[in-house]
């Protein structure tokens, strides 16, 4: 085994001992001539060498033979012809080093503090990364003191490890970011949207463009509107339309009220009618009243059912199981008129055939488009509501706010990621 740190500005010699330079990277490469990547630990393929009075290093073409091992590097042929690249070739500390690695275990950025090469036959292999305190330690010389005196204290330094073969590469521009394969869709989507404020939008767009479209939405709905809106630049107006309308209602009105209005049309052009539709009842709204507050996404049922009866009818409902509200069901006329409330709970130990309008509250408490936001969560904190009903001055229902969005419009911003999602 041997740490790049360690191998960085040793001699490298020829087979006849004579100094050729200093060591100043490795390289590797991700994949074969033909493409394959089903070897997970790559190969060293050339040594970059400094050469007294030349600007650019030497590209020594990997023999196998070498030993990495040693104080020095010491060439067991004659040097050959100097390394021809092929275009997939990484420079480890260049490209790698101190560049910023996913945890998809605490779910923030770490750095890559040394690269841990083996020995595989006669090939060396990139095995391991470092990010932990050893291999910064390591790298500043202390690693022997520090374990000789952390033995004095009884105590260990840990070294944290990530196998290669756990992670896939992903260029940035001059930012590469390691990101666990299969991981990061298994992550819940309040996890994914701590890492992308991480990277911050560009980055994290090219982090997420292979989740399916519901994750995707899931996770720009744990962010700012602002956040979301740079994220969703770097996708197609159809992929971006496939994105929005998969987010609930609210959520992508605010996020189109983001937009430039001209890049909010093109998006509007690729969803289809009956979203648009949900959509653009909420966009007149003013963001800090209830119509810019509440969801048109929330169960509606007739009155005049059974408890039965409604019970069906609610598991017939293929918009149903998608509802943001569904502690709740809002009895509502054939003119959607707001004229009760039951929950799911009262529904679910009533009698089969008890009238809904038995067990419905009446006169159900609610607020208007117009009502201001401080005025909502008033009511929703006096009354410990899960969610209140939002109608128009004639008793139409739009809406319903729930108390989770409620308590988005007063959580400090930083907070605001960290809020669970009660109603999915």
């Known amino acids: 085994m041997a740490f790049l740190s360690e191998l960085l500005a040793r001699d490298v010699r020829d087979n006849k001992n004579a100094l050729i330079g200093k060591l100043r990277d490795v390289l590797i490469v991700l994949s074969n001539a033909n493409g394959d990547k089903s070897d997970p630990y790559p190969r060293v393929v050339a040594l970059a060498v400094d050469q007294r009075g030349a600007e650019e290093p030497l590209l020594i073409p990997w023999e196998g033979t070498e030993d990495l091992a040693g104080n020095k590097i010491i060439l067991q042929k004659p040097a050959q012809s100097p390394y021809a690249f092929v275009g997939n070739e990484i420079w480890l500390s260049r490209d790698v080093m101190d560049k910023q690695v996913i945890d998809t275990n605490d779910h923030r950025l770490v750095r890559v503090n040394d690269l841990e090469l083996g020995k595989v036959g006669t090939d060396y292999r990139l095995i391991n990364i470092d990010i932990g305190g050893r291999g910064l330690l390591r790298r500043l010389g202390w690693e022997d003191f520090a374990e000789w005196f952390a033995d004095r204290l009884n105590q260990s330094i840990p070294a944290r490890m990530v196998a290669w073969n756990d992670l896939d590469f992903l260029p940035s521009g001059n930012l590469r970011v390691a990101v666990a394969r299969e991981h990061l869709r298994e992550l819940h989507p309040a996890d994914i949207a701590e890492i992308l404020e991480d990277v911050g939008p560009h980055v994290g767009a090219k982090l997420i463009q292979h989740l399916a479209d519901d994750q995707v939405a899931d996770t720009l709905e744990e962010l700012e509107p602002e956040f979301q809106a740079q994220v969703l630049e770097k996708f197609s107006d159809a992929r971006a339309a496939d994105i929005v309308q998969a987010m609930e209602p609210d959520e992508a009105a605010d996020l189109l009220n983001e937009l430039d209005p001209q890049r909010a049309a ?121 969610a209140i009903p939002v109608v128009d001055s004639r008793g139409f229902l739009k809406g319903v706010v729930t108390a989770d969005d409620a308590l988005e419009q007063i959580l400090p911003a930083d907070l605001k990621v960290k809020l669970p999602r009660i109603f999915r």
Do not use: W
Request: charged content about 25%.
């Open 266 to 386: 093109d998006i509007v052009e690729e969803m289809e009618p009956d979203k648009v539709a949900e959509v653009q009842e909420l966009l007149p709204h003013q963001e800090d009243t209830a119509g810019g507050m509440m969801t048109t996404n929330f169960l509606t049922i007739p009155p005049g059912l059974t408890c039965a009866e409604t019970v069906q009818q609610i598991r017939a409902n293929p918009d149903a199981r998608h509802a943001q509200v569904t502690y709740y069901a809002y009895v509502a006329d054939a003119d959607s008129r707001l004229i009760g409330v039951v929950s799911l709970s009262d529904l679910l130990f009533a009698e089969p055939q008890t009238p809904i309008d038995e067990i419905m509250h009446k006169r159900p408490r609610r607020v208007y488009l117009k009502t201001p936001r401080s005025e909502v969560l008033e009511k929703i904190a006096k009354y410990n509501f899960l």
